[in-house]
């Protein structure tokens, strides 16, 4: 059940920070390949869940994961690996080309350009949009990169996900192929293109991006050779003063797939789940941060909320809500995440709504606690 499975999600999102993808130009780095990494255990505590609660929580190996860098020339490469205690999987690998100072282009299996440059989220946990299919996403296909002065332009073209529609061992959110809750899904993601633009302020003590992104697609159903279409368009804000943090963003999408059993909702999985949406939505998130620099690191104290509203026929669909209240901590070569999760019909954060966006079952906030530990090297 998806319970079980939760820790295993959690190891996908554990190292989101330490283990971010290749910068947009690699100028400057020297010739060679650089091999890093981490190792992680995760403690979890549901409140929710009586078993939890009897043992005081769990405490288990988390993930390990092997992240590759390497520039000759003008020529790179990126990759990153990760292994579970029961599965493992690659986040991206992909090839790239210094065209010039401001261009780069990426081949393969790279980040897709929507929304928020890096996360829409400072927690472990991610942000409500990770579980739509909107924060870092990685698919196949070629993306180039400008950045002169303060602005940064991104366009992509994403033939397919990394993996097949019906595999629901993979990192990032997409659609899937497969029966849930006996609802038959036939859905695979193709020819995908995405756009983002943003420009940085800078100011006393910070800075200031503003951007907007567009992402365009199509939905080919794999039974009956039909194509549907999907769309998603976000505006974002992610603003530093001092020491202070403030991310916000809105989202609308539509997940229109062909010959639908039941056009109000989609199935999409993700690190060895599966689980449905509502097809069509909006998606608002509000993060505020504030970080302590000490002698022998630095902590970072944050809250993450994010709400989605579905935009279905079905009146019965009830809004989703999640609020991540944390700390990371970084001292050396460890960083650790100590946060408190409330969720409210919400997949992974509540004990009897696996979905997002569809008929809650229940009225309740429910509650967890997760801490997980890191090296990474």
């Not at 909107?134 to 991104?154: N, R």
């Not at 039974?223 to 974002?236: E, F, I, P, S």
């Not at 059993?261 to 998606?283: C, F, H, L, M, R």
Request: glycine share 10%.
């Amino acid at each position: 059940m998806m319970k079980k499975t939760t820790q295993f999600m959690l190891s996908a999102v554990a190292t989101m920070i330490a283990l971010s993808g290749t910068s947009a130009f690699a100028e400057e780095q020297a010739d060679g390949i650089n091999i890093g990494g981490a190792v992680r255990v995760n403690y979890g505590y549901k409140d929710y869940n009586e078993a939890s609660k009897d043992k005081g929580g769990d405490l288990t190996f988390d993930m390990a994961a092997l992240k590759f860098n390497g520039k000759k020339g003008d020529w790179g490469l990126a990759a990153e690996y990760r292994f579970t205690s029961d599965t493992n999987y690659i986040k991206y690998g992909y090839a790239f080309y210094d065209i010039d100072p401001n261009w780069q282009l990426q081949f393969g299996i790279n980040k897709v350009p929507f929304g928020n440059a890096e996360f829409i989220s400072n927690s472990f946990w991610f942000g409500l949009p990770y579980y739509l299919g909107f924060e870092d996403d990685h698919d196949v296909g070629v993306k180039a990169t400008f950045e002169k002065d303060a602005w940064h332009t991104d366009l992509a073209f994403y033939k397919n996900p990394e993996y097949g529609p019906s595999e629901n061992k993979r990192y990032a959110t997409d659609l899937y192929t497969g029966t849930i809750n006996g609802t038959e899904y036939n859905n695979e993601e193709t020819n995908q293109v995405n756009v983002r633009q943003s420009y940085t302020f800078e100011h006393n003590s910070g800075f200031t991006t503003l951007g907007g992104s567009a992402q365009f697609g199509q939905i080919y159903n794999s039974k009956t050779g039909n194509n549907g279409d999907r769309y998603a368009v976000a505006v974002h804000l992610d603003s530093s003063f001092n020491d202070w943090n403030l991310q916000l963003q809105a989202l609308q999408y539509e997940y229109d797939a062909a010959d639908a059993e039941d056009p109000n909702k989609i199935g999409v999985s993700v690190v060895s789940w599966q689980y449905e949406i509502a097809s069509k939505g909006q998606s608002y998130s509000a993060n505020i941060a504030k970080t302590f620099n000490t002698d022998w690191g630095s902590v970072k104290c944050y809250n993450d909320f994010g709400l989605m509203t579905p935009d279905v026929d079905d009146d019965d669909y009830d809004n989703s809500l999640q609020n991540v209240t944390g700390c990371a901590i970084a001292a050396g070569p460890t960083y650790t995440m100590v946060d408190f999760i409330m969720g409210k019909n919400m997949t992974f954060s509540t004990a009897n709504n696996d979905h997002v966006g569809l008929p809650e079952m229940g009225d309740d906030w429910d509650k967890r606690v997760n801490i997980n530990f890191g090296y990474y090297f």
